[in-house]
Structure formats: C-alpha cells, structure tokens
C-alpha cells in the first residue's frame, strides 16, 4: 500500500487518515505548506507517528490532501443535485471550487513539483473537475436553466480566473461577486 493509498485500512485507520486530511488541508489553507506537521496531528487528535505511518514525507501528505480535496470536490456536485436546483446547485459548486483553489494556494510552494513528479496526476485532477462541471451543466441544460451552448472547460478556466485573481488579493467577497457575474452568464435568458 502507497502512502496515499486507503484501500485496505482497518476502520480506525481510516477514521485516522480523514482526520489527519481534514486537518492537513485546513492548515495549508490557513498556514501554507510548510506548516508544521505535528500542529497538523495535534489538530487531528494523533500522534506523530501516525502522521508519519500514513504520510511518511510532508509531499506524501501534500499531494494525498490535494487528491482528497479534489475527490471530495468532484463527488459534491452529483451530491448537490440530489438536493438542490441545476443552477443552485452550480452556484454552491463554484463556491466550494474558489474554497479547494484556496486550499491549493496555501500548498502553491510545494504542489507544483508534486504534479510534476507524480504522473498523470494534473491531468486526472483537470479530467475530474471537468467532469464535475460537465454534470453540473448537462442537469441545467436538461431544464432548460442553463444555456446549452457552454463547454465545461470554458467555465473551469472562468472559475481558476476567478480563483487566481480573488487569491491574489485575499477578497472572498470579490471572488463571490465575480461568480454571480459567472452564473448570469450561463443562465438561459
């Protein structure tokens, strides 16, 4: 088993691992990559050793924190389809979507060269939110809510326009802004 693999885990060594991700990814969010690790155990309710039995390197952790995020992300708009309207829910989604870019900036240092180093892993992440968006969109088109003639990929680089410009001024407000600009945009009129 790989360090960022959860396949096989006992009960409570999973119930560990998700603990430690939520943790992991609260701090690069809020304290960048370089965080320590021992504050990221401590906040999770482990001890070091477990963050190093699951995680034995800071990228190991990095780069499963990046893929649970991203996991979770992609699985949340099916979820809130289920719950909300096709436009409703898109809008909740691209607010969860500036949250996980937030993420990733804290772990900006790092994420780089773990993508680079960890094959196809860019490529699945980008195929993964795409899709993401893909359902989102096809349910609003279904309803005739949302325009029909927008590609998924348009609206994933709308969305990391919105992120990198929001982040780069620390303006969850403006980036809230610019997302109902986006939405205006793909609502059928």
Not at 140 to 169: C, F, H, N, Q
Request: aromatic share 4%.
């Amino acid at each position: 088993m790989t360090p960022t693999d959860a396949r096989g885990l006992r009960a409570d060594a999973q119930i560990n691992r998700d603990r430690l991700l939520d943790a992991a990814a609260q701090a690069f969010a809020r304290d960048g990559a370089d965080t320590s690790l021992k504050a990221i155990a401590q906040q999770a309710g482990v001890g070091i050793g477990t963050l190093y039995r699951r995680f034995p390197t800071r990228e190991d952790l990095i780069e499963a924190s990046y893929r649970n995020e991203t996991t979770r992300l992609c699985e949340s708009a099916a979820r809130l389809l289920e719950t909300a309207t096709p436009v409703d829910a898109l809008r909740a989604w691209m607010d969860s979507f500036v949250d996980y870019m937030l993420t990733k900036h804290g772990m900006s240092d790092a994420l780089p060269s773990i993508l680079a180093s960890r094959e196809g892993l860019r490529a699945a992440s980008r195929t993964m939110l795409r899709d993401a968006i893909a359902t989102l969109l096809d349910a609003g088109v279904a309803t005739a809510a949302l325009r029909d003639d927008v590609a998924a990929d348009d609206v994933m680089m709308a969305l990391g326009g919105v992120t990198l410009i929001a982040g780069a001024e620390h303006q969850r407000e403006l980036a809230a802004r610019l997302l109902d600009l986006l939405m205006a945009g793909l609502v059928r009129r």
